[in-house]
């Protein structure tokens, strides 16, 4: 191994992963703490901030609690499928989006402002929220082209 793949595992294995990594990869949001990794073909969202990953978690677990009955999600602890892990993230991203009048769906900086005024992420209108969450569609994909 040379030196430039021990420091991209080093790397890898250092720093934390994005609580909302798949929202990111998948575009339906961005972050301005984000930094995009990659080990041979796999890619991967870290979170460079200790502080802003604690706050994204928080986020995440209120949207799966105020969501569980609207998506009849198991109890907590349990890893949800991909695609309902998708609904939660896109779709909650999008609801606070909504909910915060955001210009831009910026997970740190909705967060941010879900914080500002001695505001807390359980005053938000979680109603509204929840709707956005059942009503996300997953991109459809397109056929495959014929020859």
């Given at each position: 191994m040379n030196e430039a793949s021990d420091a991209?595992?080093?790397?890898?294995?250092?720093?934390?992963?994005?609580?909302?990594?798949?929202?990111?990869?998948?575009?339906?949001?961005?972050?301005?703490?984000?930094?995009?990794?990659?080990?041979?073909?796999?890619e991967r969202v870290a979170c460079p901030s200790?502080?802003?990953?604690?706050?994204?978690?928080?986020?995440?677990?209120?949207?799966?609690?105020?969501?569980?009955?609207?998506?009849?999600?198991?109890?907590?602890?349990?890893?949800?499928?991909?695609?309902?892990?998708?609904?939660?993230?896109?779709?909650?991203?999008?609801?606070?989006?909504?909910?915060?009048?955001?210009?831009?769906?910026?997970?740190?900086?909705?967060?941010?402002?879900?914080?500002?005024?001695?505001?807390?992420?359980?005053?938000?209108?979680?109603?509204?929220?929840?709707?956005?969450?059942?009503?996300?569609?997953?991109?459809?994909?397109?056929?495959?082209?014929?020859?």
């Amino acid at each position: 191994m040379n030196e430039a793949s021990d420091a991209a595992v080093g790397e890898w294995t250092t720093t934390a992963p994005c609580v909302f990594d798949r929202a990111l990869l998948a575009g339906c949001a961005q972050c301005e703490l984000a930094q995009r990794q990659t080990l041979g073909e796999r890619e991967r969202v870290a979170c460079p901030s200790p502080t802003a990953r604690t706050n994204c978690a928080t986020l995440n677990a209120l949207l799966r609690e105020r969501a569980t009955f609207a998506l009849r999600l198991p109890p907590a602890g349990t890893p949800l499928a991909h695609a309902r892990a998708m609904q939660l993230q896109c779709g909650g991203l999008g609801g606070l989006r909504n909910v915060l009048a955001a210009p831009v769906a910026d997970v740190h900086r909705m967060v941010a402002m879900a914080h500002a005024g001695d505001h807390s992420l359980l005053d938000l209108a979680w109603d509204r929220i929840v709707r956005d969450i059942v009503s996300w569609q997953p991109r459809r994909r397109s056929p495959p082209a014929r020859p």
